[in-house]
């Protein structure tokens, strides 16, 4: 019996990575010798000697890869080289920084396939979200790349004869990002490329449930600083848990911490960073609503909020959790709706013609089974989904991963006082109300203590203007026709309210990312003061 206990821990030792995870792996030149520690730290060289993360695939609980994190005094030790970095690389001129993020996009599409196929093995989205993911990263670099000639101040006109007032941005310092599991590649992406072309360091700390993509991303994009004879602190990366985190977000060598993740760990955050006068950028939770109007087009918003309820399992920050049906469509909506849903392919992420995947953690799956309880229980009708029992459903190599039925919920009540309509649930629970006016659904829309993202379906153009007017939604992405999830990169992204008031990507995004200065000239022979003040001594 000794004997067969010492077998099987040395097999247990020895395990072999799957085919199907060793093909993404191996196209990125990450280990396939699941035994092997992966470096998590770079700073210029790679390293990471404190305790392992675990990467597993949320779709079959296989354990991919074990990647190391940073001690105290190594994730010291890259807060110091970053600062270092950013010393020199700030005077570089800004369209040479452009540059050099031009040649980051170029190696980013060269492995665009890649990096979606290893976003879906270890976050769990579809494979076709995953390229999107990491096209949204390229497209951010097409961005900030035009953006690095054009990041100009201003000329003011002065009050007083022979002189010139001009607004100048200069380069921040460090940024700090501390990335979500759900994106695990854009929103480094919409930060890295916005500081970069601004002239700054980053120093990454992303989800510990998703190093691997932050690993691929960093070898990536270091090889491109070091062909250019780039300092790689100017995008070093710390693989850890909260100790890193609060390490990252309490540090003063970092100007500026861009976060994404709930709205409990942002206010924390949030104070964190007030507390000691750095600058912070917070992207929290969405609720997000979508309100059909009798006129609109049915056959373009039941696709469209298909999308934004169930893709990604509903683990976008955009992703409708709350649907707004005028009263004379509502039961033709939903039939169809619940049609459409029972279409909804769900598997390995991997697989061509999967439209489902897995929730990321198996955590997620009792917030799932938590919010479904709860509508039940207070008198609320499950009308499509509502269950985690999908054996029946999957190939046998998925049953220990977490997935979910997509649901459609009919709560009792409207009444956003209760829980279950102020309170995000990171899955593919879509909750359903009718209306009568179109007033009465976006008080409904503005009610919840979240404001990312809206969405209002319609073909008059008076409940446009009140959409999108003064009494319109109070969100930070008020969309007419369109979904709430799917945004490009062109304009700034981010919500009010405790969504954090925070913006990224596109727009005046890049404002954040330099430091401002007012700068007076006098060029005459006087010295006269604003406003006609006299202090003459004469």
């Known amino acids: 019996m000794h004997k067969v206990r010492q077998v099987s821990r040395l097999l247990a030792s020895t395990r072999s990575l799957s085919t199907?995870?060793?093909?993404?792996?191996?196209?990125?030149?990450?280990?396939?010798?699941?035994?092997?520690v992966i470096p998590g730290v770079y700073d210029g060289t790679w390293g990471g000697s404190g305790e392992a993360l675990e990467s597993r695939c949320p779709s079959t609980g296989e354990i991919l890869a074990k990647v190391s994190t940073a001690t105290p005094e190594e994730l010291q030790a890259a807060l110091a080289k970053s600062r270092d970095a950013y010393s020199q690389f700030r005077y570089m001129p800004a369209p040479r920084r452009g540059e050099i993020v031009r040649q980051i996009r170029e190696a980013l599409s060269e492995k665009r396939d890649e990096l979606g196929a290893l976003v879906s093995l270890e976050m769990g989205k579809i494979y076709t979200e995953g390229q999107g993911e990491v096209q949204e990263f390229v497209d951010i670099c097409d961005y900030a790349v035009g953006l690095s000639r054009m990041m100009n101040g201003r000329v003011i006109s002065s009050e007083r004869p022979g002189h010139s007032i001009l607004e100048v941005p200069n380069p921040l310092g460090v940024v700090g990002v501390l990335s979500a599991f759900n994106f695990p590649v854009a929103v480094y992406g919409w930060n890295l490329a916005l500081a970069m072309a601004a002239g700054n360091a980053t120093i990454w700390k992303p989800a510990p449930s998703t190093p691997l993509c932050s690993v691929a991303v960093t070898k990536i994009v270091a090889k491109v600083l070091e062909k250019n004879g780039i300092p790689g602190a100017v995008a070093s990366l710390v693989c850890g848990g909260k100790a890193a985190?609060?390490?990252?977000?309490?540090?003063?060598?970092?100007?500026?911490?861009?976060?994404?993740?709930?709205?409990?760990?942002?206010?924390?955050?949030?104070?964190?960073?007030?507390?000691r006068f750095g600058k912070v950028l917070l992207e929290l939770g969405g609720n997000n609503a979508v309100i059909v109007m009798p006129d609109a087009d049915l056959s373009l918003a039941l696709p469209s909020v298909l999308f934004s309820s169930v893709g990604t399992?509903?683990?976008?920050?955009?992703?409708?959790?709350?649907?707004?049906?005028?009263?004379?469509?509502?039961?033709?909506?939903?039939?169809?709706?619940?049609?459409?849903?029972?279409?909804?392919?769900?598997?390995?992420?991997?697989?061509?013609?999967?439209?489902?995947?897995?929730?990321?953690?198996?955590?997620?799956?009792?917030?799932?089974?938590?919010?479904?309880?709860?509508?039940?229980?207070?008198?609320?009708?499950?009308?499509?989904?509502?269950?985690?029992?999908?054996?029946?459903?999957?190939?046998?190599?998925l049953h220990k991963g977490h997935f979910v039925q997509p649901t459609i919920a009919i709560p009792k009540s409207p009444s956003t006082t209760q829980d279950i309509w102020r309170t995000e649930t990171f899955a593919p629970v879509l909750n359903v109300a009718l209306f009568d006016e179109l007033e009465e659904a976006i008080q409904w829309n503005n009610?919840?203590?979240?404001?990312?993202?809206?969405?209002?379906?319609?073909?008059?153009?008076?409940?446009?203007?009140?959409?999108?007017?003064?009494?319109?939604?109070?969100?930070?992405?008020?969309?007419?026709?369109?979904?709430?999830?799917?945004?490009?990169?062109?304009?700034?992204?981010?919500?009010?309210?405790?969504?954090?008031?925070?913006?990224?990507?596109?727009?005046?995004?890049?404002?954040?990312?330099?430091?401002?200065?007012?700068?007076?000239?006098?060029?005459?022979?006087?010295?006269p003061l604003a406003q006609g003040v006299n202090f003459d001594t004469a």
């Open 20 to 36: 199907r995870a060793s093909k993404v792996l191996s196209a990125l030149d990450l280990p396939t010798d699941a035994n092997q």
């Open 313 to 397: 399992a509903g683990q976008r920050c955009t992703s409708t959790r709350r649907l707004y049906l005028h009263r004379s469509i509502a039961d033709e909506f939903l039939e169809r709706l619940q049609k459409a849903y029972k279409t909804v392919r769900m598997g390995d992420p991997l697989s061509q013609g999967t439209l489902l995947g897995p929730l990321h953690k198996e955590g997620a799956v009792a917030v799932y089974k938590q919010a479904i309880e709860s509508i039940k229980s207070s008198g609320g009708e499950i009308i499509a989904g509502g269950s985690a029992d999908t054996a029946g459903m999957l190939a046998p190599e």
């Open 245 to 275: 985190g609060e390490a990252v977000v309490g540090s003063s060598d970092v100007d500026m911490v861009s976060f994404t993740g709930s709205e409990a760990v942002g206010k924390i955050v949030g104070k964190a960073v007030q507390d």
């Open 447 to 527: 009610a919840v203590p979240q404001g990312l993202s809206s969405s209002l379906w319609t073909r008059d153009v008076r409940n446009i203007g009140k959409w999108l007017g003064p009494g319109g939604s109070d969100a930070g992405i008020v969309n007419v026709n369109v979904g709430t999830s799917g945004a490009e990169i062109g304009a700034a992204f981010g919500g009010n309210k405790s969504t954090g008031w925070g913006r990224e990507s596109g727009g005046d995004s890049w404002k954040q990312y330099v430091r401002w200065s007012a700068c007076t000239i006098n060029f005459s022979n006087e010295i």
